[in-house]
């Protein structure tokens, strides 16, 4: 569930990189979606752990989108926007299959 949701927030966020939102502000939005798709569903240590990791991970990307958008060659730019985009929905599908269990 919290995988689908990561998917579909993040879709809009990269939309809302263009109105000229801050990445931090973005990783804000998807730590509070995606910490929202799985209140209740870990324990409090691995939650806050879990949205720590998505807020690092996002903001991260999000910086690297905004850094290399007005680089002379948009080469970079599209690899890390595909790239990141495959990253960190793998890291999201590894946590909730291997680390917590396909069960929840």
């Given at each position: 569930?919290?995988?689908?949701?990561?998917?579909?927030?993040?879709?809009?966020?990269?939309?809302?990189?263009?109105?000229?939102?801050?990445?931090?502000?973005?990783?804000?939005?998807?730590?509070?979606?995606?910490?929202?798709?799985?209140?209740?569903?870990l324990?409090?240590q691995?939650?806050?752990?879990?949205?720590?990791?998505?807020?690092?991970?996002?903001?991260?990307?999000?910086?690297?989108?905004?850094?290399?958008?007005?680089?002379?060659?948009?080469?970079?730019?599209?690899?890390?926007?595909?790239?990141?985009?495959?990253?960190?929905?793998?890291?999201?599908?590894?946590?909730?299959?291997?680390?917590?269990?396909?069960?929840?």
């Amino acid at each position: 569930m919290a995988t689908l949701v990561t998917v579909l927030t993040l879709v809009a966020l990269v939309r809302l990189c263009d109105l000229g939102f801050k990445p931090l502000e973005l990783a804000l939005f998807l730590m509070v979606i995606a910490g929202a798709a799985q209140w209740g569903l870990l324990p409090l240590q691995r939650w806050l752990l879990d949205v720590a990791g998505t807020f690092t991970l996002s903001a991260a990307w999000f910086w690297s989108l905004q850094a290399s958008d007005h680089i002379g060659g948009q080469g970079l730019h599209w690899l890390l926007l595909i790239g990141g985009f495959v990253l960190l929905l793998g890291a999201r599908l590894y946590v909730d299959l291997i680390v917590y269990g396909a069960g929840f």
